[in-house]
């Protein structure tokens, strides 16, 4: 593992600013009774069979991700070839934005029962329209023209679109169908459906293994089976271990994450320096790997640590990424703090956010409270998909409970009230600066890349795509709608710390130069060369 993955080790001061890791946004879990699990029916190939709009069935792998000898091709959930090019990827033109959505996919084998004979017929309408002397063979370098010698825009269109799979342009490719998608253009998204497969590879370039992804919520999209391709990927993780390993994996090669929590610890500690009970209420805890750090410190601090109670929010589905409900996460921080000799209580809340009431909160007179939003927010409905706006409510909730410090870290991402196709060239702007980034930390040839990317991104980039209303989880929104709906809830911006801000920035240097850091309108932005991908900001 390269060096470059951990960083090194800081001043024993800040110590309590990084968390070791921490269980991102992730609810995993399905048994059989699940209503996924009853829809799908495994052929004796082992290759489980989704039914479509015209009662034809596609295929997705039981295996997610195996891998052929020949060729050097792979199939990717549901089956289809992906062979591995060489590709790059650079920013992200706005091509032209149809307001149109439509459904999803479930697997390009459905999409035609041969690409060729696809193929073969746009020549025959090419005939047709152009006249039997046209050459078809010079489609790709010819000017289309009607009878008139006028340009067809239509058929220009086509041309263009050919030229683009023959130069193996993949970005270009995958835009082009998410338009095409976007348009209800069913024969052209057919068409690059069928080129694209070839170009994308979950072990080659960003772009490529990217592209394997984004190509399977594209053709999600096309079927509209989205939630059921979603909920076909949840049921395939792996051993809670093995994801706890994974995710532990992205955590440490994404120094983004890293510090996004480490600024909230940092405001935190700021905010309670002076306290002698300090009760802490964490919305999706996870694995409570957050406040380890802050534990050791507040037991280092002059006149002795306070009293610490930590609330842990969270649901039953996580458990299963645990390994264990929260009883195995307040053991966990018991057993630390009493090797620091901190007194410490455990309150486990074990519902889901949208749920939370004050009087499960375990609120106690006395106690400084501070609350923790760490990419967690984005996973509620707001009133875009529901009369009932969680989003807000909880916000209003969390006021009236006069916290000291609320913390927020979120993804800085706009998929929440996109329609598909904005959403779409987001998706893939924040996805290509993140996979890029992984390359510049992560060995091309680790063994568990693969798996750290199959496992903790393809999903969310699955569910943004391809899902729509209530079955899109992931609605991301920029820190600036964040900061309006605090505002609306009666919060007051609370400054970070400099010196905390300096550290990170310190650490990030031990990483690539093109990881970026800014600080901005009293927020903390970490990214990737010019793309922001993690916003940080405190209120009271």
Not at 45 to 59: E, Q, S
Not at 350 to 371: H, K, M, Y
């Amino acid at each position: 593992m390269s060096k470059r993955l951990y960083p090194k080790s800081m001043p024993e001061a800040h110590a309590y600013l990084l968390p070791q890791f921490h269980q991102l946004d992730h609810q995993l879990y399905c048994n059989d009774s699940s209503p996924s699990a009853r829809f799908m029916i495994q052929n004796p190939n082992g290759r489980v069979l989704i039914p479509t709009a015209n009662g034809r069935y596609c295929t997705l792998e039981s295996s997610s991700a195996t891998i052929r000898s020949n060729n050097s091709t792979l199939s990717l959930i549901n089956g289809s070839p992906l062979s591995q090019q060489d590709c790059s990827s650079y920013p992200l033109d706005q091509p032209r934005v149809s307001e149109k959505s439509y459904g999803s996919p479930a697997s390009s084998s459905c999409i035609t029962d041969d690409k060729h004979q696809l193929r073969n017929k746009l020549m025959e309408l090419e005939t047709v329209m152009l006249g039997p002397d046209y050459d078809v063979s010079d489609k790709y370098t010819g000017i289309f023209h009607d009878r008139s010698g006028v340009a067809s825009p239509e058929i220009d269109s086509w041309r263009q679109m050919m030229e683009i799979t023959s130069k193996k342009d993949l970005r270009q490719g995958l835009l082009d169908c998410a338009l095409a998608i976007s348009e209800d253009n069913r024969p052209k998204a057919q068409y690059l459906i069928a080129e694209l497969e070839q170009m994308v590879s979950v072990s080659g370039e960003p772009i490529q293994r990217l592209g394997a992804y984004v190509l399977e919520g594209l053709i999600a999209k096309f079927n509209s089976a989205g939630s059921s391709i979603y909920e076909v990927l949840r049921c395939k993780e792996p051993a809670s271990s093995d994801l706890f390993s994974y995710m532990h994996i992205l955590y440490e090669v994404c120094p983004y994450f890293k510090f996004g929590y480490m600024s909230a610890n940092g405001a935190i500690a700021e905010a309670m320096k002076d306290e002698d009970r300090v009760h802490i209420i964490d919305f999706q805890i996870g694995q409570g790997s957050q406040w380890l750090t802050l534990i050791r410190a507040f037991a280092a601090r002059p006149g002795g640590p306070p009293h610490i109670r930590i609330t842990g929010i969270d649901d039953s589905i996580s458990a299963y990424a645990r390994g264990g409900g929260l009883e195995t996460v307040g053991k966990r921080l018991s057993k630390l703090a009493e090797s620091y000799k901190v007194p410490f209580k455990f309150h486990a809340a074990s519902r889901s956010d949208c749920e939370s009431q004050q009087v499960n909160l375990g609120i106690t007179p006395g106690e400084a409270l501070a609350v923790n939003f760490a990419f967690i927010l984005h996973h509620l409905p707001d009133e875009s998909v529901s009369t009932h706006n969680h989003r807000d409510r909880l916000l209003r909730l969390v006021k009236g409970l006069s916290p000291k410090v609320v913390t927020l870290v979120e993804q800085e991402s706009n998929t929440n009230t996109a329609a598909f196709f904005p959403r779409f060239l987001e998706t893939m702007n924040y996805y290509t600066a993140m996979f890029e980034s992984i390359d510049a930390t992560l060995p091309r040839n680790h063994k568990d890349r693969i798996h750290v990317e199959q496992h903790c991104l393809a999903k969310d980039v699955v569910n943004i795509i391809a899902c729509e209303g209530a079955e899109r989880v992931k609605r991301h929104e920029l820190l600036g709608k964040w900061k309006s709906r605090f505002a609306m809830a009666g919060f007051r911006p609370y400054p970070l710390s400099s010196l905390v801000n300096a550290t990170i920035k310190t650490l990030l240097e031990n990483y690539s130069d093109k990881y970026k850091l800014e600080e901005r309108d009293g927020a903390l932005y970490l990214g990737w060369m010019n793309r922001a991908l993690v916003g940080s900001c405190a209120w009271t």
